[in-house]
C-alpha cells in the first residue's frame, strides 16, 4: 500500500511539472464548454432578408415592419428586381427574400386573397425550413390583426409546452455532449502517453526490474489523472449552471457516480494504448485524432444517429461516449434515476473491465 | 534561387521517404470525405408522435391518420394516457405529445374551438423546433378542413375574411439534401487539418531531431528557409483539394456552379495563409507533442467556429468577431457560395481581401518569430 502511495506521488509530480499539458487538461474543456455554451446553438436568428416590393401599398409596408421588428431576421436593404435577390444570395448576404406582387392590397381588398412569395437559401436545409416556418408565421399573425374578428368556425388551438427546456435554450443540446467529448479526448489522450512516456525514456526498465506488480502501475498511472478529471469534471458542472444557467435536475451524486464510471472507462482505454504503442506520437496520433473522429460522430450530440446509414449505427454501439451521453442527458437534464439508465451504465461498467482486463494482458514485463 | 531549390528537393524527399506521412496526408481526407458526409445529415425526418386519444372520436381519429399520413410523422403508440406517453419521452422513444381531452369532439362542434396540448422535447432544439413547426401546420391544415366538413350556419363569415397565401421556393437545393451542404464544409476542413498540422509538426520535428542547428549555421536566410517549408504544402495542399473536389464529384455528384480557377485563386490563398499559421505554432514549440496539442487547440476553435455546424449568424456578436478573424470561415464561405451557387469573384472580393490579409499576417509573423539563434 505504501509503495503505491509513493508511485502515485510520483505520477502528480510527473503531472504538475508539466505546466503546458496541464494547460490543455483544465483549458481546453473551459473554452470550449464556453464556445458551445454561447457561440453554437441550434437556434436561428439574425438572418439577412431582403424584400422585393412591388407593391409599395399600406399592407405590404406593414408585413415588412413587422419582419423589421423580428428578433429572428436582420433586414437588409430591399431590392429593385428579380435578379437583385440572386446577386444577394451569391454575396452570401441574405438567406431568404419574401416577394410582394403589383397590386398586393388591391387583391387583398377585392377578392380577399393575395399571394406572396417566399425564396429560402436551401443550402441549408433546416435552416430553409425554420425560416419558411418564421416568415408564414409573422403574415399568419398579420392577417388575424387585419380582421380579429374573423376566425375560423372550428379550430383546434395547440398549447404547446417544451419540456425539459422552457426558456428554450438552443445550446443545452451540445453541454452533455462536449462533456462526454472532453472526457473521451482528454483522458484518453493524457493516460496514453503516461506509460509510453517511460518507455521512451528509458524509465520502464527501473520499474520492471522493481518488485512493483504490474496491475500497480496501472493504477498508479490512473489514480492522478481520475483525480485531475473529477476536478475537471466540477469545473465544467459550476461552468454549465453559473454560466450558461443549464438547471441540473437529477441527483447529484448520480451524476457524479456515472461520470467517475465513465473516466474510468476513458482511462482504461488510454492504458490501452498506452501498452500497446511504442512511441509518445503514436499513442497521441491514436487517441487524438483517431478517437476524436468517431467520438464526434457517434455520440448522438452532433450528427443524428437515426439518419445514418445502418453500419454507421452497429459502430456506433462500441463507443463508449454513446452511452454516457445518454445517460449524462437523461441524468442531467430530464431528472430521471438510475432505473432509466441501468442498461448503459452496465454495458459502460462491461467495457471498462473489458478494456483494463486487456490493457493488463498487454503490459509487457520484459524489454524487446 | 539555387539556395531555395536545394531546401525544396530535401523536403520533396523528407515527405515522400515517409509513407506513413504520405498516407495521413493522401488516403485519409479522401476516405474521409467520402464517409463523413453519410454521417452528417441533419434532416429532420420520423419524428415519434405519441399520440394521447381520451376523446376516441371520429375528429381525434381523423386528425390521427392525418398526422400519420402527413409523411414526417411515426406515431409510436396511440391507446395510452399522458404519464405512459411522458415515459416515452424520458425513454427517448417519442419526441412529441399530442394530447386530445376528452370531450374534443362536443365542445369543437359546440363552441367552435377545442385546445390541444402539444409537449414537445425541447433538449434538441433543431428537432423539436422543425417537428414542432411540422405538426402546427398539420394542425392548421386540419382546422381549415374542419370548416368544410361540420355544417354551420355562421359559415359565411369566413369567405369575405382577407386571407393571404403564402408560397415559397427553396433555391439552389431544391430537395433540400445535406449532402450539398456538408460536402463543400468538410472539404475545407480535411484541407485545414492536413495543412494546420503536418506544417506545425515540421519544423518542431527539425528542431527536436537537431537537424535544425545545421540549418541556422548555413547560410540558408529566414524567407528561404520558410518558403522552402511553404511550397512542398502547398503543392500537397492543392493536391489534396483537386483529390477532394474529384470525390466531390464522382461520389457525390457535386459540380462547382461557379468557375473551377477562382475556386483554386481562393484555395492557393487559403493554403499559404494556413501553412504561415501551422508554421507560427511550430515557432512556438520545442516538441512535436506541444505543437500537435496547439495546432489541435486552435483547430478544434476554428472549426466550431466557422460556421461548419451551426450558422454564424446566429451567434451572439462577440462571438461573429471572433469568427470574422478566422481564416476557416471565410473560406468555408467562398467554397459553398462559389461550388453551390456559383458566386462570381465580384460577389466574393471581400472574402478574398480576408484571406491575403490572414496570408501576409500569418507568414510575417512566422518569418519574424522564426530565430536563427536559439
Redesign the interface.
Known sequence: MKQLFSFIRKEFYHVFRDKRTLLILFGLPVVQIVLFGFALSSEVKNIGITVFDNAHDNNSEQIINKIKASPYFLFKAPVKNYADIEEQFKEGSIKCALIFPVNFAQELARSGRAQVQIIADGADPNTATILVNYLTAIIADYQQQLNPTARLNYQIIPEVRQLYNEEQNGSLNFIPGVIALIFMIVCTALTSVSIVKEKELGTMEILLVSPFKPIMVLIAKAVPYLILSIINFIIILLLSVFLLHVQIRGSLPLLFAESILFIITCLSLGLLISNVTNSQQTAMLISMMGMMLPTLLFTGFMFPLENMPKIFQFISYIVPSRYYYIIIKAVMLKGLDFSYVWKETLILTGMSLFLLTVALKNFKTRLQ | MKVLSFILQKEFRQIFRDKTILAMMFAVPTF?LII?P?????????VNVAFVDYDRSTYSQE?LNKIASSGYFRIVGNTISYTDALEM????EADIILEIPNGFERN??RE???????????????????G??Y???V?AD???S??VN?K?P??S??????????????????L???K??MVPGILVLLLTLIGGFITALNIVREKEIGTIEQINVSPIKKWQFILGKLIPFWIVGIIVFTIGLTVMYVVYGIFPKGSIPVLYLFAGIYLIALLGFGLLISTFSNS???A??VA??FM??FM??SGF???V????AW?RQ??NLTPVTHFI?VV??IV?????FA??KMEFLYLVIFALLLNGAAIFNYRKTS
Open positions: 474521409q463523413l453519410l454521417a452528417a445529415n441533419f434532416e429532420v425526418k420520423n386528425l419521452i424520458e425513454k427517448n369543437l362542434v367552435g374551438s377545442q385546445k390541444v396540448n402539444m409537449a414537445v422535447d425541447a433538449i434538441n432544439g433543431t428537432k423539436s423546433a422543425i414542432g413547426g405538426l402546427m401546420a394542425l386540419f382546422n381549415s374542419l370548416d361540420i354551420s355562421k359559415s363569415t369566413i369567405a369575405t375574411a382577407p386571407r393571404i397565401d403564402v408560397t415559397y421556393s427553396v433555391w439552389y437545393n431544391p433540400e439534401e445535406y450539398y451542404y512535436q507533442l506541444q500537435m496539442f489541435f487547440f478544434m476553435v466550431l467556429m455546424f451551426t450558422s449568424d446566429s451567434m451572439p462571438a471572433i469568427s464561405t459553398r457560395l453551390l451557387k456559383g458566386s462570381g460577389q466574393v
